[in-house]
């Protein structure tokens, strides 16, 4: 009987020769991005890239910002092998932002390459208005007023804009949101699948905002509206959304750091409600002998998280009035100087209200004719009211107020108004330079929804 006995360099010869079972080597992990690149705004960060040499099948991309407050995501995005650039916003001028871009095959990533960026403060001349006409048309100005305005398209139910000037509109079936980016390229569809309104909304990071017909908000996010491949929106169901499919619906709003805000009920009891993330507020407000509540009519986000109200009492000849609801307070206040027929608009820094000179209480002014009501609708000033409240006027000439209802326009980061004026002498798309002066014409015909980014 034999017994064999193997030395340690026999078990190392046949481990070479195969007679032990060879593990494959993992897959080589890809290169890193090449040529990454930072530019923006204020506000905006662009991060730019070309892909990774090397044999390895780059499958996506992840993009991270550090410091990554009020990012989404915590501050981190994931995009297809195809990205080839990136957007972060909701950046704060003068905090350097270091941005990492790395590749990725599989379940192994590349080593980062880097880039830092540090916003500056804004220019007004670096902002367009977009304008939304009765014929469906998407039109950018420069907020200077100084220019013609240029056509986006004209196939905009609804539409919004992101920091960076890309138009996302509604399709013609409402299903689908097509992107018309800044640059000039064709347009394309960035998300699929929906059952949309024609009211789309965005914030300062790029997210898209969508109503369904039957009140719920969907969103997408800003990193798929970058791909070349169209997705699926995401969508929850807030309380307090109503009101038909139309460009604009002012019972909801979005911040620029993506706050939702809602308001419904009626006269005497509304309730008002904001989400941001996971965080959920609810507050009801209630008519008492010290503080009048109305019907709502519509709802802005001002600065410093305070809310802004529109609201009317029964009765066919009542007033649309605004009221500042401060952030965490349960009683709203009056702002309004007067009565009147009136526009509003807020930007990161105020809320705006022009008023007209004089008011009618007569019922039949509700009609367009205007029979048995003759004031004078002049308008005389524009309201400023800043974070916690604090009140200034400055002269307005050249402009006259329509009828009466909750108008609301848009103002840019200089304090610049644009508003819609409905009928009267001076119809049209109107510009209040900001601290007053002499009102400017952009626009003779009617315009359904305004936006300054």
Not at 59 to 87: C, F, M, N, W
Not at 405 to 417: F, H, L, R, S
Request: charge should be neutral; proline fraction near 8%.
């Amino acid at each position: 009987m034999y017994r064999v006995v193997l030395t340690a360099a026999a078990v190392a010869g046949l481990v070479l020769g195969g007679a032990v079972p060879a593990h494959a080597a993992p897959p080589p992990a890809p290169g890193a991005p090449i040529a990454v690149q930072a530019s923006g705004s204020a506000a905006t960060a662009d991060i730019t890239w070309r892909a990774p040499t090397g044999k390895a099948k780059v499958t996506g991309y992840t993009v991270t910002i550090s410091p990554a407050e009020r990012q989404p995501h915590h501050g981190v995005d994931h995009l297809p092998a195809s990205a080839r650039k990136d957007d972060f916003g909701a950046l704060t001028p003068g905090t350097t932002y270091t941005f990492a871009v790395r590749a990725v095959a599989g379940r192994t990533s590349s080593a980062a390459a880097t880039v830092q960026y540090t916003p500056t403060r804004p220019t007004a001349q670096r902002q367009s208005l977009f304008a939304l006409t009765a014929t469906g048309a998407v039109l950018r100005y420069p907020t200077t007023g100084v220019g013609d305005a240029t056509t986006v398209t004209t196939a905009g139910a609804g539409f919004t804009a992101n920091r960076r000037g890309d138009v996302f509109v509604p399709s013609a079936d409402l299903t689908s949101i097509v992107a018309y980016p800044a640059d000039g390229s064709p347009a394309r569809t960035v998300a699929t699948g929906l059952q949309l309104t024609a009211d789309l909304r965005s914030d300062d990071a790029g997210n898209l905002y969508w109503r369904t017909p039957g009140g719920s908000i969907g969103t997408v996010p800003a990193a798929q509206t970058l791909g070349t491949a169209p997705g699926t929106g995401t969508s929850t169901t807030p309380t307090g959304i109503s009101g038909p499919g139309t460009a604009a619906n002012p019972m909801w709003a979005v911040g620029g750091d993506g706050t939702l805000a809602f308001v419904s009920g009626t006269l005497g009891r509304i309730d008002v409600g904001t989400t941001k993330g996971s965080e959920v507020t609810s507050r009801t407000l209630v008519e008492s002998s010290t503080s009048y509540v109305g019907n709502p009519s519509a709802i802005l986000i001002g600065p410093g998280g305070d809310l802004y109200l529109n609201e009317r009492p029964s009765g066919g000849a009542g007033a649309w009035q605004w009221f500042l609801l401060k952030a965490g307070a349960t009683k709203q206040v009056t702002i309004e100087p007067r009565i009147a027929f009136q526009y509003a608009a807020v930007n990161s820094s105020a809320f705006f209200l022009l008023q007209s000179k004089e008011w009618c209480t007569a019922p039949a002014e509700s009609s367009v004719s205007q029979v048995g009501c003759h004031v004078d609708r002049s308008i005389p000033d524009v309201l400023k009211i800043t974070a916690g409240g604090a009140a200034t006027t400055a002269p307005v000439t050249g402009v006259t107020a329509g009828s009466r209802g909750p108008w609301i326009g848009a103002a840019d980061t200089a304090g610049d108004v644009f508003f819609n004026v409905d009928t009267g002498p001076t119809p049209g798309l109107w510009r209040v330079p900001a601290g007053g002066g002499a009102a400017q014409q952009l626009n003779s015909g009617q315009i359904s929804r305004l936006l300054v980014i």
